[in-house]
T-cell receptor, first 115, second 114 residues
Framework: DTGVSQDPRHKITKRGQNVTFRCDPI?????LYWYRQTLGQGPEFLTY????????KSRLLSDRFSAERPKGSFSTLEIQRTEQGDSAMYLC?????????????FGPGTRLTVL | GEDVEQSLFLSVREGDSSVINCTYT??????LYWYKQEPGAGLQLLTY?????DMKQDQRLTVLLNKKDKHLSLRIADTQTGDSAIYFC??????????????FGRGTQLTVWP
């Protein structure tokens, strides 16, 4: 158990609906990352936060995606007007900025299926 | 730091050594990592190597880095059935507090036969 939790673990939705996922990082970790993983692929970076500041966003993060970390603790990832291509595992990870090797601890992921 | 390649499958017998290979393209990568993913579980960091090292050993795991050829390998000695999983190679740019996103390969599915 790495200590990063994600909710829900599974989400099935219809195309066009909005979905929101939550990530709770390890409590003392000030960095939080979102990745997306599709079948047969490695995780692809989406965005990351240092405390409440969103420091970097991938080109993969279209304007239908938005992520927040309002108090520098938990984070939410919202997808608006979902498309079938959004079906994937959404992974959250956290780390300590001061950590020398950027060890990222991953949560179990939220599996999204868009029908 | 966006192109990390791995072979997709590897099968070995229990007790043999496994060698998983990875190539990367970004010469500015400072840390290279090996993660393990088991079904239904999150990614787990197995080991890492700093780019100025050639080799790192950690119990049954040996990491070799050839920086000139941008080639990384993970050797698992005395492979057990519990080692069956997907292994991801990943790289990170920057140094210290500037380290950020990880770039992952597609993963190597290791199957260990009893």
């Amino acid at each position: 158990d790495t200590g990063v939790s994600q909710d829900p673990r599974h989400k099935i939705t219809k195309r066009g609906q909005n979905v929101t996922f939550r990530c709770d990082p390890i409590s003392e970790h000030n960095r939080l990352y979102w990745y997306r993983q599709t079948l047969g692929q490695g995780p692809e970076f989406l965005t990351y936060f240092q405390n409440e500041a969103q420091l970097e966003k991938s080109r993969l993060l279209s304007d239908r995606f938005s992520a927040e970390r309002p108090k520098g603790s938990f984070s939410t990832l919202e997808i608006q007007r979902t498309e079938q291509g959004d079906s994937a595992m959404y992974l959250c990870a956290s780390s300590l900025r001061e950590g020398p090797v950027n060890e990222q601890f991953f949560g179990p992921g939220t599996r999204l299926t868009v029908l | 730091g966006e192109d990390v390649e791995q072979s997709l499958f590897l099968s070995v017998r229990e007790g043999d050594s496994s060698v998983i290979n990875c190539t990367y393209t970004d010469s500015s990568s400072t840390y290279l990592y090996w993660y393990k993913q088991e079904p239904g579980a999150g990614l787990q960091l197995l080991t890492y190597i700093f780019s100025n090292m050639d080799m790192k050993q950690d119990q049954r795991l040996t990491v070799l880095l050839n920086k000139k050829d941008k080639h990384l390998s993970l050797r698992i000695a005395d492979t057990q059935t519990g080692d069956s999983a997907i292994y991801f190679c990943a790289e990170s740019e920057g140094r210290g507090s500037t380290l950020g996103r990880l770039y992952f390969g597609r993963g190597t599915q290791l199957t260990v036969w009893p």
